[in-house]
């Protein structure tokens, strides 16, 4: 799924709070959004200064790799200047987003690798829990990636709303043959079965399971910000992977 090299010498930011979706248990699209995420955030304003002046890097590290997120950064004005910028300093780039204006992006050559947020594969349900009939784009977005040979991770939220949706998608991730991350957050209402459920997913080819202690304020809910930077739990998904391996972590 994603190097070492990614996991070693990486670091997220938040380019927006914009999201052309309206997932309803997300926040940033309701009347009073929250702060931005407790993390690397900065304002259209801040960010067109320093990428006007070539002092990015006197604010942010100057790392392998960045992930950017939102929202959804394809909302940002300033996301294709962005990655120009990383990618003429040898940054891999890392863009987590919901793919619903991929099409227009200018920059797409650029980027090392797209992370697609899918709540749902069927159209009534992605409709239904989005506030978007959209899902069409994201098809189309994923067939532009695979004709571009691009990376790509498909990545879900299991919220107790939607573990039934979970077969299905993993289906689909199957049928297009891309990895798929499953984020988990221990702060949900789970039944037992529920989490079980999700539990098996560690045991399933080309798939990964993250578990998170709750989503973070200000920020997508499909996103697991805070983990991204932690490498006790990038050790522990992976080691939860090959746990059959290891059998002290039974």
């Known amino acids: 799924m994603f190097t070492f090299w990614e996991f070693a010498s990486q670091h997220t930011l938040v380019v927006t709070q914009s999201c052309p979706l309206r997932c309803y248990p997300c926040a940033l699209w309701k009347p009073t959004p929250p702060q931005p995420p407790a993390l690397s955030h900065v304002s259209p304003e801040r960010l067109s200064a320093v990428l006007r002046d070539h002092s990015f ?77 959209g899902f069409e784009m994201v098809v189309d977005s994923l067939q532009t990636l695979k004709h571009a040979k691009k990376k790509i991770l498909i990545t879900t939220t299991a919220h107790p709303e939607t573990v039934p949706f979970l077969p299905d998608i993993r289906e689909w991730c199957w049928r297009y043959k891309v990895p798929w991350l499953l984020v988990f957050y221990r702060s949900d209402q789970h039944s037992r079965e529920s989490r079980e459920h999700v539990t098996h997913y560690r045991h399933v080819p080309n798939t990964w399971v993250m578990v998170a202690k709750s989503p973070l304020p200000g920020g997508c809910v499909h996103v697991p910000y805070d983990l991204l930077q932690s490498p006790w739990c990038w050790a522990g998904m992976i080691l939860g992977k090959y746990r059959r391996y290891f059998p002290f972590l039974r």
Do not use: K
Not at 61 to 73: C, E, F, I, Q
Not at 85 to 97: G, I, M, N, P
Not at 119 to 131: C, F, I, K, M, S
């Open 57 to 133: 890097f006197n604010l942010f590290p100057n790392v392998r790799t960045y992930h950017l997120m939102g929202g959804d950064p394809l909302e940002s004005g300033l996301l294709d200047l962005l990655i120009t910028y990383l990618a003429a300093h040898r940054v891999r780039v890392v863009l987590w987003t919901t793919g619903m204006r991929l099409a227009t992006m200018a920059s797409l050559a650029h980027v090392y690798r797209v992370v697609l947020i899918v709540p749902a594969v069927d159209r009534d349900l992605y409709r239904e829990y989005t506030g978007w009939d």
